[in-house]
């Protein structure tokens, strides 16, 4: 079956560095053809977009974040991670990893979505 | 955030059908594919419409696509309990600040 599945931890400091991790099973990232994004909610608002890595390490960012972040992949474990530093409460959200394709911008397999606090 | 409008709010009786707008620009809807999402209380989105008319495996007829210049519809006829949801347009946006952008969701309720 083929699934995403988002991990991290669930509570973060102002300040800190948010990670998380998202798991791609029942295929591989390194087959090319798909681009993998994480996206993310705020408590009652809309969708985010946060960035996407293609398998080569190729990576796009929302402008607004760039400066904070950093999307990597890793072919070997067959995962993808977001990064993000100098986190405040505006960060606090449901963040979602998803799958792309390559050829257009639908999003056709996302993660069940990690709820992440900033908080101290 | 969000630069795709749409209606905060629709509702009908089961069986009925409504449709949902979703305004954009030339940056985006206007050059790019259409793709909606289906997001059931506190569970993830769920692809139901791409390539503006287009409905993955899966998703039953009952769900329609379209889009006309810098807009689209998503429209739900045969209205269900079930179908009661938050609704996201998303596309692709080529301006300077270029990415997904999404809409801003519509609730849908089922009088």
């Known amino acids: 079956q083929v699934q995403l599945q988002e991990s991290g931890p669930g509570l973060v400091k102002p300040s800190q560095t948010l990670s998380l991790t998202c798991t791609f099973s029942g295929g591989s990232i390194s087959r090319g053809g798909h681009y993998w994004n994480w996206i993310r909610q705020h408590p009652g608002r809309g969708l985010e977009w946060i960035g996407y890595v293609f398998y080569s390490g190729t990576t796009y960012y929302n402008e607004s974040l760039k400066s904070r972040i950093v999307i990597s992949v890793d072919t070997t474990k067959n995962q993808f991670s977001l990064k993000m530093r100098s986190v405040t409460t505006a960060d606090t959200a449901v963040y979602f990893c998803a799958r792309q394709s390559s050829s257009s911008s639908w999003l056709d397999l996302w993660g069940q979505g990690t709820l992440v606090t900033v908080s101290s | 955030q969000s630069v795709l409008t749409q209606p905060p709010s629709v509702s009908a009786a089961p069986g009925q059908k409504v449709t949902i707008s979703c305004s954009g620009s030339?940056?985006?809807?206007?050059?790019?594919?259409v793709s909606w999402y289906q997001q059931l209380p506190g569970t993830a989105p769920k692809l139901l419409i791409y390539?503006?008319?287009k409905r993955p495996s899966g998703i039953p007829d009952r769900f329609s696509g379209s889009r006309s210049g810098t807009s689209a519809t998503l429209g739900i006829t045969g209205l269900q309990p079930g179908d009661e949801a938050d609704y996201y347009c998303?596309?692709?946006?080529?301006?300077?600040?270029?990415?997904?952008?999404f809409g801003t969701g519509t609730k849908v309720t089922v009088l």
């Open positions: 390539d503006n008319d």
């Open positions: 030339s940056s985006n809807i206007g050059n790019n594919y």
């Open positions: 998303g596309t692709w946006d080529s301006s300077l600040s270029a990415g997904h952008v």
